[in-house]
């Protein structure tokens, strides 16, 4: 068995405080309703939509979003009661069907692909968009896309390190769900041409290092090596787990250095749609922070936040704040009632800490810190002054929005805020020419 055990000087260990959630067994719920956008990535609504008083299945198609009618599946059976807006876990107002579940758990199934050696590769490339599998790891891009890009690639990285504090779906589910991932290999393998695959996690997740050790006994001939990782952050940036398993380093995407990496769960979900037929239905989320029993709760994606956090015994502060993903990279919402999504894996309630940011101490613990080797106090002074020169000289275009420099920041700056702003606008530069 090879084996790579990181050192990371580069990263930085915080406190995980996973233990509310890492050694307790999973919980099913079904919801009464689920929520599920319908809209795209850029707000506009699908194409082909199912309608208001129309009854589906787990695994009916909703509509497709464009630009590529990419599909979008229901993930209860029952009836679509409204199509009406309402907070989704990205921070927007937005439409969603709002559908009634009639907990009968029917489904509509895809065809599974033929075994990987009869299977094509125009017929696996077609499953994969047909799978309607986004990027669990939160960007949520269409999974299809990074596949057929026609660039050669060297190696798959599963990412199984979940390095965002609280969040422990991937150890708790991942793991027990992780012969998926071998079922969709040899697939993923003869579509890409690539010649191994590194299935990274940390040394400290027993339960995730075991289900490797029995996958790759059972499946000796698909070439998975184990990556080991020390206990920091951001350990899980895809950035990193390039750097690490090829050696290389990219500039935009890490095909560049002929590697493509993705979720657990992503690969999870394809194993399923490939072998079974099943488009993604469930999604396993941690409900943690100051809620009275924290927990893993296996549900139907577009899962009400506020359903979730009453199953957890409510909430144990009086004016929380509540944040869809981790505390450094999720996304914060004012309100408990906000529909989450397919690739949410936590549903976190914080203290709403009221205090005011202190001028900058100059002390450069947001340069030390920071895993891409910014300078995120002079990126956010030059934002400050508006330099979109300086920006760009400094490459913000480069922060991966890990939320260190904020955590460490003595004068409790939001620093990666402002250092995510300063991206955009570097980004938004690059795009017109400028
Ligand atoms: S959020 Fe960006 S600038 Fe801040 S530490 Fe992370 S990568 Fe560096
Ligand atoms: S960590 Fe905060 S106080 Fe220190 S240099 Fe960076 S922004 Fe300033």
Same mark, same amino acid.
């Given at each position: 068995?090879?084996?790579?055990?990181?050192?990371?000087?580069?990263?930085?260990?915080?406190? %995980?405080?996973?233990?509310?959630?890492?050694?307790?067994?999973?919980?099913?719920?079904?919801?009464?309703?689920?929520?599920?956008?319908?809209?795209? %990535?850029?707000?506009?609504?699908? !194409? !082909?939509?199912?309608? @208001?008083?129309?009854? @589906?299945?787990?695994?009916?198609?909703?509509?497709?979003?464009?630009?590529?009618?990419? /599909?979008?599946?229901?993930?209860?059976?029952? =009836?679509?009661?409204?199509?009406?807006?309402?907070?989704?876990?990205?921070?927007?107002?937005?439409?969603?069907?709002?559908?009634?579940?009639?907990?009968?758990?029917?489904?509509?199934?895809?065809?599974?692909?033929?075994?990987?050696?009869?299977?094509?590769? $125009?017929?696996?490339?077609?499953?994969?968009?047909?799978?309607?599998?986004?990027?669990?790891?939160?960007?949520?891009?269409?999974?299809?896309?990074?596949? !057929?890009?026609?660039?050669?690639?060297?190696?798959?990285?599963?990412?199984?390190?979940?390095? $965002?504090?609280?969040?422990?779906?991937?150890?708790?589910?991942?793991?027990?769900?992780? #012969?998926?991932?071998?079922?969709?290999? *040899?697939?993923?393998?003869?579509?890409?041409?690539?010649?191994?695959?590194?299935?990274?996690?940390?040394?400290?997740? /027993?339960?995730?290092?075991?289900?490797?050790?029995?996958?790759? #006994?059972?499946?000796?001939?698909?070439?998975? #090596?184990?990556?080991?990782?020390?206990?920091?952050? /951001?350990?899980?940036?895809?950035?990193?787990?390039?750097?690490?398993?090829?050696?290389?380093?990219?500039?935009?995407?890490? +095909? #560049?250095?002929?590697?493509?990496?993705?979720? +657990?769960? =992503?690969?999870?979900?394809? %194993?399923?749609?490939?072998? $079974?037929?099943?488009?993604?239905?469930?999604?396993?989320?941690?409900?943690?922070?100051?809620?009275?029993?924290?927990?893993?709760?296996?549900? *139907?994606?577009?899962?009400?936040?506020?359903?979730?956090?009453?199953?957890?015994?409510?909430?144990?502060?009086?004016?929380?704040?509540?944040?869809? %993903?981790?505390?450094?990279?999720?996304?914060?919402?004012?309100?408990?009632?906000?529909?989450?999504?397919?690739?949410?894996?936590?549903?976190?309630?914080?203290?709403? !800490?009221?205090?005011?940011?202190?001028?900058?101490?100059?002390?450069?613990?947001?340069?030390?810190?920071?895993?891409?080797?910014?300078?995120?106090?002079?990126?956010?002074?030059?934002?400050?002054?508006?330099?979109?020169?300086?920006?760009?000289?400094?490459?913000?275009?480069?922060?991966?929005?890990?939320?260190?420099?904020?955590?460490?920041? *003595?004068?409790?700056?939001?620093?990666?805020?402002?250092?995510?702003?300063?991206?955009?606008?570097?980004?938004?530069?690059?795009?017109?020419?400028?």
């Amino acid at each position: 068995m090879a084996f790579h055990l990181f050192r990371s000087y580069e990263a930085t260990h915080i406190p %995980g405080h996973k233990e509310q959630t890492a050694d307790a067994p999973y919980v099913t719920y079904a919801p009464e309703y689920v929520y599920i956008p319908a809209f795209d %990535g850029r707000g506009n609504p699908l !194409n !082909n939509t199912l309608k @208001v008083g129309d009854a @589906v299945e787990k695994g009916s198609l909703l509509g497709t979003r464009a630009p590529d009618d990419f /599909p979008i599946y229901s993930s209860v059976s029952g =009836t679509i009661e409204a199509i009406e807006p309402i907070l989704t876990a990205g921070g927007r107002t937005q439409k969603v069907f709002c559908i009634h579940n009639d907990k009968k758990d029917e489904w509509t199934l895809a065809k599974p692909l033929p075994s990987w050696e009869e299977a094509t590769n $125009e017929q696996i490339l077609a499953a994969m968009k047909s799978s309607g599998v986004i990027g669990m790891g939160g960007a949520g891009f269409p999974t299809y896309r990074k596949y !057929n890009s026609g660039k050669p690639v060297d190696v798959l990285i599963i990412n199984a390190i979940e390095c $965002e504090p609280f969040l422990t779906t991937d150890y708790v589910y991942g793991a027990e769900m992780a #012969e998926y991932v071998w079922k969709a290999l *040899p697939y993923l393998l003869k579509v890409t041409g690539a010649k191994r695959v590194a299935f990274c996690t940390k040394k400290d997740k /027993p339960a995730l290092l075991e289900a490797y050790r029995v996958n790759h #006994e059972k499946y000796p001939d698909i070439p998975v #090596e184990l990556y080991a990782t020390a206990d920091k952050y /951001p350990m899980g940036y895809e950035r990193n787990l390039v750097t690490l398993v090829t050696k290389k380093e990219y500039m935009n995407i890490p +095909i #560049e250095a002929q590697a493509i990496v993705d979720n +657990i769960y =992503t690969f999870i979900l394809l %194993g399923r749609y490939f072998t $079974e037929g099943k488009t993604p239905d469930l999604r396993c989320i941690t409900v943690a922070g100051e809620v009275k029993e924290p927990k893993n709760v296996l549900t *139907p994606y577009g899962v009400a936040a506020d359903d979730l956090i009453a199953l957890a015994g409510g909430e144990t502060i009086e004016k929380g704040k509540y944040i869809n %993903g981790g505390p450094l990279n999720g996304n914060c919402l004012a309100s408990s009632h906000f529909a989450t999504l397919m690739q949410s894996n936590g549903v976190l309630v914080m203290k709403a !800490n009221a205090f005011r940011a202190e001028p900058c101490w100059h002390c450069g613990d947001c340069c030390k810190q920071c895993p891409m080797d910014l300078q995120p106090v002079q990126i956010q002074m030059a934002l400050k002054r508006n330099d979109l020169e300086r920006m760009k000289a400094l490459h913000a275009e480069r922060c991966c929005g890990c939320g260190l420099c904020s955590f460490v920041c *003595p004068a409790r700056i939001d620093v990666s805020r402002n250092v995510q702003e300063a991206k955009a606008k570097v980004l938004m530069a690059m795009k017109e020419g400028k």
